[in-house]
């Protein structure tokens, strides 16, 4: 079992930062990679970054050059640092902890979610 528990959300202007942090507790040894999802009203929750145990790191188009994704192992968290931040950001940001079977990559385990929200 892993648990997650995510902390950053708020309120910020265009062109604002916000970081969000993810605090993952549990069997974290089994998991092979984490990463932040987020929805919007009315959309489909998307991938916005990923991170593996190995440190390589992938990131929707939407937001590559202005959102990083990193760990910090010592605290057992995960960050979204989020920079230039658009309205179309806003949404409800997701922790996510995986594992890989096989060749598919599966979702185990989902923080509660933080709200963010941009004003443009």
């Known amino acids: 079992q892993v648990q997650l528990v995510e902390s950053g959300g708020g309120l910020v202007q265009a062109g604002g930062s916000l970081r969000l942090s993810c605090a993952a507790s549990?069997?974290?040894?089994?998991?092979?990679?984490m990463g932040w999802y987020r929805q919007a009203p009315g959309k489909q929750r998307e991938l916005v970054a990923v991170i593996t145990n190995g440190g390589s790191t992938n990131y929707a188009d939407s937001v590559k050059g202005r959102f990083t994704i990193s760990r910090d192992n010592a605290k057992n968290t995960v960050y979204l640092q989020m920079n230039s931040l658009k309205p179309e950001d806003t949404a409800v940001y997701y922790c996510?902890?995986?594992?890989?079977?096989?060749?598919?990559?599966?979702?185990?385990?989902w923080g509660q979610g933080t709200q963010v929200t941009v004003s443009s």
């Open positions: 549990g069997s974290i040894q089994s998991i092979d990679a």
């Open positions: 996510s902890a995986e594992r890989d079977y096989g060749t598919r990559r599966i979702t185990d385990y």
